[in-house]
């Protein structure tokens, strides 16, 4: 058995390591193409085509990474805050006749980052720079982006599928499939909302997570709602009403219900952007695509020596060095670095987390309190600013967060798995465990705690939980007993959280970087005498190669002096940090990631 496992992951490290090659090359093109991309020459007059299905709007521009190359996955992704920075230079820019917007087809991405996007597009749009969208078979997310336009056009044609219904999530339960598989999870926690783990314990929700994530969805939808009527001069009761009674099937239906201007043909609407252009014919129309016209227009201003640093802590909070998500160790280096550097005058700390491990927050924010010290720190909130992702902010001198913002869920738990049932009675194999003490074996996974050693790690939980109850009372002013009562885990968005002090301001990226610079010097907000700096930096793809293969874990001698040592380690790597965060470790993390479609 031992030597087939071997021969396998031999064969399978082979196929790795030829692919890894290919996408060495592949890097060197893709850095060749940013280079062209640099000396992108627009025309003289013009139109700004936003297609969001040929980009991910993300936290950081990003090159394709090799594992999403494998997977089928092309499209680069912008970071918010150069799609917003190209929306207010198109604003400004004689040259940029309209703004084209299409959003059928977009990339799946968080609420947050559309909705800062989409309040650019406002913006553009009240300052006189007229955006146009068409869409064809919209979805609520499409069209609530589209709903920032001034025009809506739609396809004429039958067969156009919509594909809007609101906003809504499924709650997956498994404890009927882990009885039957022999698994028996003892989930540990304190908080009656903090969800994380009930789906492996019960069949149903609990009445405590039907509320929240009720309450949540409501919150949801009622801010796109909101934003779509303003946008279409309609009432929100107008929105409700079309969503609730499924007015909304034929592209006439859009039409008579308000929801677009015009329905026309594809050939119709190349006549209608050419006459919006002023030009006789659609083949006369020079389109500029975002990332052309980031690439030409979006340049950070590298003259000032005073700079404002923008930290991105996106992903997961992990223990350990590693590159992906936010690892503790590495974070805290990169924030002690900030500290250190003089030119640095003001932080944006840009939280896009739903937490994870309590170690590395603490050792996040043990460095975040140093830097309170000597700059101000601002927070901004993306999708996410949750559990250890609140933890780690919530001292901030000021804190921003996006109206759909999931943030909160103050609460803590630990989750441990038996699978002695699994073994015994599935896999028929018997397990004698031999230990230095009765309790030697409570973490082996082969069997249920005991009493006293529930009781043992339940401690570790209300230790934990007293302390982050402690910090967001310290760090938002406010009394423990209150900040309990909006705690025991529950999640809250953004415009609900700042009605209970979780955060000061609902606002975008930008607003945060201006108030930084404010505090900074105390006379303005204006950027322009600031050069605005990103940690951590976003990987090329051949550092992202170069990383893989270079992995470092002394466990896997197996393949030590072939060509597959490096993939070999990285596996293993891998397998080594998934064990990990499914042991004994303590979590302050949100249960779920949320995509609006």
Same mark, same amino acid.
């Given at each position: ?286 389109? @500029?695509?975002?990332?052309?016209? #980031?690439? =030409? ?5 590298? *003259?000032? $020596?005073?700079? &404002? !640093? ?47 491990? @309590?170690?590395?927050?603490?050792? #996040?924010? =043990? ?5 309170? *010290?000597? $700059?101000?720190? &601002? !927070? ?218």
């Amino acid at each position: 058995m031992k030597n087939f496992l071997k021969m396998t992951l031999a064969v399978v490290c082979g196929l790795l390591l030829t692919i890894f090659l290919v996408f060495m090359v592949m890097g060197s093109i893709i850095s060749a193409i940013g280079s062209a991309e640099s000396n992108t020459t627009l025309p003289k007059s013009g139109v700004l085509e936003i297609d969001m299905s040929s980009f991910i709007l993300g936290e950081q521009n990003a090159e394709v990474s090799p594992v999403a190359a494998i997977q089928g996955g092309s499209a680069p992704t912008i970071g918010i805050r150069q799609a917003v920075a190209a929306v207010r230079a198109a604003t400004e820019d004689p040259a940029i006749k309209y703004i084209y917007l299409k959003t059928d087809g977009m990339a799946s991405s968080g609420l947050a980052l559309l909705e800062e996007f989409r309040v650019a597009l406002e913006d553009c749009s009240k300052a006189g720079k007229a955006v146009i969208s068409y869409i064809e078979s919209p979805s609520t997310a499409s069209y609530y982006m589209s709903s920032a336009a001034d025009k809506i056009y739609m396809t004429s044609h039958l067969g156009a599928t919509s594909m809007m219904t609101g906003v809504g999530s499924q709650l997956i339960f498994l404890k009927d499939l882990l009885d039957k598989l022999g698994v028996n999870v003892q989930l540990i926690r304190h908080g009656k909302y903090k969800s994380a783990g009930e789906m492996y314990i019960r069949n149903s929700s609990s009445p405590e997570n039907m509320q929240q994530n009720q309450e949540m969805i409501d919150g949801i939808w009622n801010n796109m709602a909101t934003a779509m009527a303003r946008g279409r001069e309609l009432s929100v009761e107008d929105i409700n009403a079309a969503i609730e009674d499924l007015k909304l099937n034929s592209p006439q239906d859009f039409k008579d219900n308000g929801f677009v201007d015009e329905l026309m043909t594809a050939e119709q609407l190349k006549q209608k952007l050419a006459d919006l252009a002023v030009v006789e014919k659609f083949k006369d129309v020079k389109m @500029v695509s975002l990332s052309d016209y #980031i690439a =030409a227009k979006v340049k950070d201003n590298l *003259k000032p $020596k005073q700079k &404002i !640093a923008v930290i991105f802590a996106e992903g997961n909070i992990v223990d350990g060095n590693g590159s992906a998500d936010v690892a503790g160790d590495r974070f805290a280096s990169i924030i002690a670095k900030v500290r250190a550097d003089s030119t640095i005058k003001a932080v944006v700390l840009r939280v896009n987390s739903p937490g994870g491990a @309590v170690l590395a927050a603490e050792k #996040i924010k =043990a460095e975040l309190d140093l830097l309170r *010290k000597d $700059k101000p720190v &601002i !927070a901004s909130y993306g999708d996410y600013a949750a559990s250890g992702g609140y933890w780690i902010s919530t001292n901030c001198d000021r804190v921003y967060s996006d109206a759909s913002t999931l943030t909160g869920s103050i609460g803590v738990f630990s989750m441990i798995p038996d699978f002695s049932g699994t073994i015994r009675d599935i896999a028929h194999v018997n397990i004698t465990t031999v230990g230095s003490s009765s309790h030697s074996g409570m973490l082996g996974l082969m069997r249920p705690l005991d009493a006293a050693e529930t009781a043992y790690m339940q401690q570790s939980v209300e230790d934990i939980y007293e302390r982050f109850v402690s910090i967001v009372s310290e760090g938002r002013k406010l009394e423990p007993d209150y900040v309990d009562s909006i705690a025991q885990g529950r999640v809250w968005v953004g415009s609900d959280a700042i009605k209970i002090g979780l955060v000061d301001e609902i606002g975008t990226l930008e607003d945060a970087i201006h108030c930084a610079a404010y505090m900074a010097d105390g006379s303005s907000d204006s950027l322009d005498s600031w050069r605005v700096e990103e940690f951590p930096k976003p990987q090329t793809t051949m550092e992202m190669l170069m990383e893989m293969m270079g992995s470092s874990s002394p466990e896997v001698k197996l393949f030590k002096g072939t060509p597959f040592e490096s993939t070999a380690k990285y596996l293993w790597d891998l397998n080594r940090s998934w064990e990990k965060k499914n042991g004994s470790y303590m979590f302050a993390s949100l249960p779920y990631v949320m995509d609006i479609r």
